[in-house]
């Protein structure tokens, strides 16, 4: 099939800081980054949007008392804007966890997280739980479900990848597809889209600071590295054809 074209864990600490994963906390050994900004930096998480065509890129400060969400519009060529919000208390609910984004001392919307312990199988919860975000009058729900390794994007797909068992499956999504794509719930408080490719079968390689994926489809083999850098290289019979640094992503070392 050829190539379409190129396209956080809840207080775990400084998002420059993964800490040892706990069982109750099993994304707390993910790492987030973004380099919107030139040089990949740390992030708190990322909300792919399914929703909408838009992508939310979630930084805190090292104090945990703001957080600075950049939005990335799902369409070539469209700036982004950003926003800086006190962080409020953490409101617990029923297996739920409510951030409160702050302005002026009055709750203007919240970041959205799932506890890890209300779902079927949360030892696979390895991303950053967030499935939600309310901010400058968007609501906004997250691409998001259990065995994800890698989640991110460039500036015109994003990707995904996912293990179950020892097995791996790459997905990608086109900007261009995601004005018109239909959210589906998966894994009860998650959800997605259709993906506009699907590769199975894939194999790991560990690397010094993160992992690379790879995949092969009919004489297409996708690369997917990620770690403290991440990019995407697709090859067509061994030579490549296109390749593309991350705008953002999360890193999720393989489950213990």
Not at 179 to 196: C, D, I, L, N
Not at 199 to 216: C, I, P, Q
Request: glycine share 12%; with cysteine.
């Amino acid at each position: 099939m050829a190539p379409t074209a190129p396209a956080v864990t809840p207080d775990a600490g400084a998002p420059s800081a993964p800490a040892s994963p706990r069982p109750e906390d099993p994304a707390a050994a993910s790492r987030t980054f973004s380099r919107l900004k030139g040089s990949p930096r740390p992030a708190w998480f990322l909300c792919d949007g399914t929703n909408r065509p838009r992508i939310a890129v979630v930084e805190r400060d090292e104090g945990g008392s703001t957080a600075t969400l950049t939005w990335v519009e799902k369409r070539k060529g469209a700036p982004s804007t950003q926003q800086t919000y006190a962080l409020g208390e953490v409101s617990p609910g029923a297996g739920q966890r409510f951030y409160p984004l702050l302005q002026g001392g009055k709750e203007v919307g919240n970041l959205h997280a799932v506890n890890p312990g209300m779902l079927p199988e949360p030892d696979r919860a390895l991303i950053p739980p967030f499935v939600s975000l309310q901010a400058g009058g968007v609501d906004l729900s997250c691409r998001w479900m259990l065995g994800v390794r890698v989640m991110g994007f460039d500036g015109t797909r994003g990707v995904l990848v996912t293990q179950e068992g020892h097995g791996f499956t790459y997905q990608s999504f086109d900007f261009a597809a995601a004005a018109k794509a239909k959210q589906t719930r998966v894994e009860g408080y998650g959800q997605t889209t259709p993906a506009s490719q699907t590769v199975k079968g894939g194999t790991e390689e560990r690397t010094s600071d993160g992992s690379t994926f790879t995949f092969r489809n009919e004489g297409y083999t996708y690369v997917l590295r990620a770690g403290g850098e991440a990019s995407l290289e697709v090859l067509k019979d061994g030579r490549s054809v296109q390749r593309s640094d991350l705008l953002a992503w999360t890193y999720a070392p393989p489950p213990p």
